[in-house]
T-cell receptor, first 112, second 113 residues
Framework: QKEVEQNSGPLSVPEGAIASLNCTYSDRGSQSFFWYRQYSGKSPELIMSIYSNGDKEDGRFTAQLNKASQYVSLLIRDSQPSDSATYLC????????????FGSGTRLSIRP | EPEVTQTPSHQVTQMGQEVILRCVPISNHLYFYWYRQILGQKVEFLVSFYNNEISEKSEIFDDQFSVERPDGSNFTLKIRSTKLEDSAMYFCASVDQSYNEQFFGPGTRLTVL
């Protein structure tokens, strides 16, 4: 059974600080890793994808992947109130166009 | 920027009735997916579709479910006889040309009474 695990939170971070979100996955055969943001009642919105070990930066977001530890993380710098949402870690296996398996999400709250 | 669209945004139906949820994937995308999310739970994969046939389906996707691409733009999910436990948000997604990143539509909230 392929599993993606996340701490459900809530994670409370002061505005302007760095938010750190973590995710582990169960199978080493994974191909691609994604972070989606989901506001309440809305659909998942892709914010980062990462495919190889190391860091990938896009604006205020940095995704980190460590395949040996089966660990993916997302850092959000200069956190804004609009970053308050649930962040979903997602992984796909087998092939790049196969289904993706989602974690249950971490609820992030940015306090002013 | 192109986006996946879904209709209706909210569908209310009686148990046992058939529903059809509609999606228009991003043009030039080749793989299409349906996922669902029961309130407060994870997003779950239902089915993937490529080249006019199902490429993968989950245990949830039983004989009550079917998918179709009736024309060059629409992608539909049919539930033949809805149950109370089918109440959920249903999301359509399509994959870009690099076959990696799945983009989700806004979802259809299905309520079965």
């Amino acid at each position: 059974q392929k599993e993606v695990e996340q701490n459900s939170g809530p994670l409370s971070v002061p505005e302007g600080a760095i938010a750190s979100l973590n995710c582990t996955y169960s199978d080493r055969g994974s191909q691609s890793f994604f972070w989606y943001r989901q506001y309440s009642g809305k659909s998942p919105e892709l914010i980062m994808s990462i495919y190889s070990n190391g860091d990938k930066e896009d604006g205020r977001f940095t995704a980190q992947l460590n395949k040996a530890s089966q660990y993916v993380s997302l850092l959000i710098r200069d956190s804004q109130p609009s970053d308050s949402a649930t962040y979903l870690c997602a992984v796909n296996w087998y092939s790049s166009a196969s289904k993706i398996i989602f974690g249950s999400g971490t609820r992030l709250s940015i306090r002013p | 920027e192109p986006e996946v669209t879904q209709t209706p945004s909210h569908q209310v139906t009686q148990m046992g009735q058939e529903v059809i949820l509609r999606c228009v994937p991003i043009s030039n995308h080749l793989y299409f997916y349906w996922y669902r999310q029961i309130l407060g739970q994870k997003v779950e994969f239902l089915v993937s579709f490529y080249n006019n046939e199902i490429s993968e389906k989950s245990e949830i996707f039983d004989d009550q479910f079917s998918v179709e691409r009736p024309d060059g733009s629409n992608f539909t999910l049919k539930i033949r006889s809805t149950k109370l436990e089918d109440s959920a948000m249903y999301f359509c997604a399509s994959v870009d040309q690099s076959y990696n990143e799945q983009f989700f539509g806004p979802g259809t909230r299905l309520t079965v009474l």
